[in-house]
């Protein structure tokens, strides 16, 4: 990689972070830490305002920007092939965000660029997530992001029904399935439930807070410690 290319990467990084290291930008770029320390150094003295230091991290500060519309032609290519399979998988709202996001970008892309990421041969076929399960991802998204409590039906793979009431935390992809991990306030207790098993539904007028033990950290950490045990990780 040129170093004028590197140059523009560190900063294309740095600013899609919170905080980078040194070290997180070695190995990306593939250099040692001490390049990158001598060139965060030069983009300082060409006034490029990297805020932070050698063995905290490294932020952009404001009022700084890039052009946005600087991909190549593999990069391109990616994005294509993420909002296909975006559509078939994601909420309806997502999915047409994504399709919209995705027509900006190409709109100024170079011609050949766009030709290139247009003409990319990597579909979704439908047969994703059925409509009403994308509709109640759509739902429960929405109301992670809202901390809005829902009520749920839901039916079990033993085909057993019960209602909850539930704070969720969060919506996770496994492959072929979309789970909410929540925090049930039937059982006092985190679980987890398939998205195409939830039968019916509905926003709560009841927002909730993270409350010691309940929040999606507090999951994160039992279900790692578990994983532990079990030497699933080490």
Known sequence: MRRADRLFHIIQLIRGRRLTTAAFLAQRLEVSERTIYRDVSDLLAQGVPI????????????GFDLPPMMFTHEEAKALVASVRLAQVWLDPALGTSAQDALGKILSVLPAEARAAAESLAVFAPHGGLS????RTLQTLREAVQARDKVFIQYRDLNEKASERTLRPLGCFYWGKVWTLAAWCETRQDFRSFRVDRITYVRRLDERFRDEPGRTLADLVRIDEARAREQGWIP
């Open 51 to 62: 805020e932070g230091a050698a063995g905290v991290g490294y932020r952009l500060g404001a």
């Open 131 to 134: 409509g009403p399960a994308q």
